[in-house]
Structures are given as C-alpha cells and as structure tokens.
C-alpha cells in the first residue's frame, strides 16, 4: 500500500497566486501547480517546502502574516463553511475539522465532552511543517469563530511549542497559551448541542489516488518513473507492482498526466506556446514540440490552431 500523504492544491496555489502579486519570483518547479483545480490533490509537504523557500528568500520577514490577509478569504470560500450566527461554534469547528480530514491527510481529531468540542492536531517535537500548520489553522479558525474570538468568550486556543518557535509570526497570535504539546482549539457548547455533534469522516484513498497526488507535485517536463518513485519513497518495480493490483498502469498515468497538465497550460495561456512550454518546465521551445508532438500526433501549432483559437 502507498503511504504517500496528500493535500489538496489550493494552498499551494494560493501561496503562489500571492507571490505572484507581489511579484515575489518562485522556482520554476512551482509554474505549473496555478493551473491545478483547488481539489486537485498533491503531496502533503508541497506547501511546507514552498513556504521555506519563501522565509528563507524573501526579505518581508512578515510575508507570512501578511499572506494570511489575502489567503483567508480564499481558503474560507474553498472550504464553504457556513458562518451563519445560526450555526454554534461547536457546529462550526466541527464543519472545519471533519471538512479537512475528508480532503487531506492532516488526520486531526475532535475531543467531545458534555459542555465542549476541541480541534486537536498532535506535533512531532519542532518540526518546521508543524510551524506553518499551526499558523494556518489558528487564522482559519480566529476567522471562522470570529465573534467568540473578538470577546475571548468560550474559545481557548494552545499551541504546542514555544513563542520563539514561531519567530516573527508570533505576532500573529493572540489570545493563545504556548508550550502545550499539541495544537488545540476549544469551544464551548451552546444551548444548539444538546445532542453529541461529532461525526467521523477520514480521507480514504487508493493507492493510485495517491500516486496521481504524487505526479501532481512534480512539473510535467520533471514527469517521469524514477522522479515518480523517488518522490514517493519507493522502488520503480514496487511501484508498477502496488498499481497492478488495482489495474492501473504507472506509465499511462505519467503519460495522461502529463499531457493533461501541459493542454491546461496551453488553454489557460490562451494557446501562447512558449509560455505554456517554459511553465510546463521545459528548457527549450523545440524539446517541448518534440514531446508534444510525439504525444498527441501533432504540433503545438496545430493544436493550437484546432482546438484554442477557433474557442477564443
């Protein structure tokens, strides 16, 4: 069985929508994951490595509080919460914590109790993704339990390290108690959770699913067998052997992935094909033709000329 962990795209992209506004230049590995759809899956630490790169390079040392204005709205919108002052804030943390165990493998857990619900997402003592995800959630949930927030009634949030842990984007957090061993977020319940809330819904994936999560991360020109198995941690015999279990192909899904990422390019760049070429990661305009042309019978002209420009 694959154990390759899986997010959705849409944080990925939104990070890389963001730098692209600031006109803060990423490396060229991260072109083509704009062109994912939101729940387009991709590997779990794609986001992590992205957000290091950034800290490590950027010289807003605030880049993350700041991208946190602009990624709420938009991760609020994807997870399509209901906000409503109807809906309890059990009933909301809930809606948010069982809505990401459904898409993702960040595995949290609600704790119910007769007068409260917690979030809580267990730590590895100081790994660097533990970081990112603890800022990420409190954002998420200071937005999405606002009005209990701005009075600090009925909310206890613990994040599990140290505030040094967390370095400039300490400043980020209010009204939270450090050093707790995990990241916790808790509420109290109202008169509207007289019955147990809690649900389990875990994210089940086949091991193809989670095959296509890793090709989704790597960029379509880098697509190929070794980089495949190598990004998952596992032989390339191992891997043609885990998907044959489930009559699946390796090869064919490289292919189809491949060629499906570059024609979203292409009609996304509205048929400019060096563009299209160099965000598909390839060096050259003639090493992209040759591919594209050995794939699908015919040139990047062509095909432009067939099926974009007569949709314009």
């Given at each position: 069985m694959i154990k390759y962990k899986c997010r959705p795209a849409v944080h990925t992209k939104i990070v890389c929508e963001y730098c692209e506004l600031i006109n803060f230049p990423l490396p060229d590995e991260y072109n083509h994951f704009k062109y994912l759809a939101d729940t387009d899956l991709i590997g779990f630490n794609t986001i992590t490595n992205l957000l290091r790169y950034i800290e490590n390079n950027c010289d807003n040392k605030y880049f993350f509080i700041d991208l946190m204005q602009y990624f709420i709205q938009r991760i609020i919108k994807f997870t399509d919460i209901d906000l409503s002052a109807e809906v309890s804030d059990a009933q909301k943390l809930l809606a948010f914590t069982q809505f990401y165990n459904q898409v993702s493998d960040l595995n949290w857990c609600n704790i119910e109790t007769q007068h409260s619900l917690a979030l809580v997402a267990k730590r590895s003592p100081q790994a660097i993704a533990s970081k990112y995800d603890d800022l990420f959630i409190y954002s998420c949930i200071t937005h999405i339990l606002r009005h209990s927030f701005k009075d600090k009634l009925n909310l206890i949030i613990e994040l599990p390290f140290e505030r040094?842990?967390?370095?400039?984007?300490?400043?980020?957090?209010?009204?939270?108690?450090?050093?707790?061993?995990?990241?916790?977020?808790?509420?109290?319940?109202?008169?509207?959770?007289?019955?147990?809330?809690?649900?389990?819904?875990?994210?089940?994936?086949?091991?193809?699913?989670?095959?296509?999560?890793?090709?989704?991360?790597?960029?379509?020109?880098?697509?190929?067998?070794?980089?495949?198995?190598?990004?998952?941690?596992?032989?390339?015999?191992?891997?043609?052997?885990?998907?044959?279990?489930?009559?699946?192909?390796?090869?064919?899904?490289?292919?189809?992935?491949?060629?499906?990422?570059?024609?979203?390019?292409?009609?996304?760049?509205?048929?400019?094909?060096?563009?299209?070429?160099?965000?598909?990661?390839?060096?050259?305009?003639?090493?992209?033709?040759?591919?594209?042309?050995?794939?699908?019978?015919?040139?990047?002209?062509?095909?432009?000329?067939?099926?974009?420009?007569?949709?314009?």
């Open positions: 040094s842990f967390y370095g400039v984007d300490v400043d980020l957090f209010d009204n939270v108690t450090f050093n707790c061993q995990s990241m916790s977020v808790i509420v109290a319940k109202d008169e509207r959770d007289v019955n147990p809330v809690m649900a389990e819904n875990k994210l089940t994936l086949s091991s193809s699913d989670r095959v296509k999560a890793a090709a989704n991360s790597i960029p379509p020109s880098a697509l190929s067998l070794p980089n495949l198995a190598n990004s998952i941690g596992v032989s390339e015999r191992g891997l043609q052997r885990e998907l044959r279990t489930e009559n699946c192909c390796v090869k064919d899904m490289i292919q189809n992935t491949r060629m499906n990422s570059i024609i979203t390019i292409l009609k996304n760049n509205k048929g400019n094909i060096k563009k299209s070429a160099y965000e598909s990661g390839f060096k050259d305009l003639p090493s992209f033709s040759r591919y594209f042309s050995k794939s699908t019978g015919c040139t990047p002209t062509q095909y432009v000329r067939n099926n974009i420009c007569n949709n314009l």
